[in-house]
């Protein structure tokens, strides 16, 4: 299974971007998707995830700016993130997982999101 990030770039303060993460097979049985970032010497932390059921939950740091969604017809997540800020800056890694047999924990290669102040 591959996971296949996209969209990063670099940006100035309130601008927006949209990341896309195309997986390689079926994205139905997933139990959740998920975005996480990392900044240079920081861990890499929960950004927003969505469920099977398209709930959705983010962090505090971005609710109101960031909208997670998936079309599960093109096994495809996406992150919509408007008023971008400076220390939005970061790597940002999709992720695909399932807690049900046959359990799975996927990860993407990343694509870098650099916001100018």
């Known amino acids: 299974v591959q996971l296949q990030a996209s969209g990063g770039g670099l940006v100035q303060a309130g601008g927006s971007l949209r990341l896309s993460c195309a997986v390689s097979r079926s994205i139905f049985s997933s139990d959740s998707m998920g975005w996480?970032?990392?900044?240079?010497?920081?861990?890499?932390?929960?950004?927003?995830?969505?469920?099977?059921?398209?709930?959705?939950?983010?962090?505090?740091?971005?609710?109101?700016r960031f909208?997670?969604?998936?079309?599960?017809?093109?096994?495809?997540?996406?992150?919509?993130?408007?008023?971008?800020?400076?220390e939005d800056t970061a790597v940002y890694?999709?992720?695909e997982r399932r807690s049900r047999s046959?359990?799975?924990?996927?990860?993407?290669?990343g694509t870098q999101v650099t916001v100018s102040s």
Do not use: H
């Open 102 to 109: 046959p359990p799975y924990n996927y990860w993407g290669q």
């Open 93 to 95: 890694y999709c992720n």
């Open 36 to 64: 996480y970032r990392q900044a240079p010497g920081k861990e890499r932390d929960l950004v927003a995830i969505i469920f099977s059921d398209s709930s959705t939950n983010y962090a505090d740091s971005v609710k109101g």
């Open 67 to 86: 909208t997670i969604s998936k079309d599960n017809a093109r096994n495809t997540m996406y992150l919509q993130m408007n008023s971008l800020k400076p």
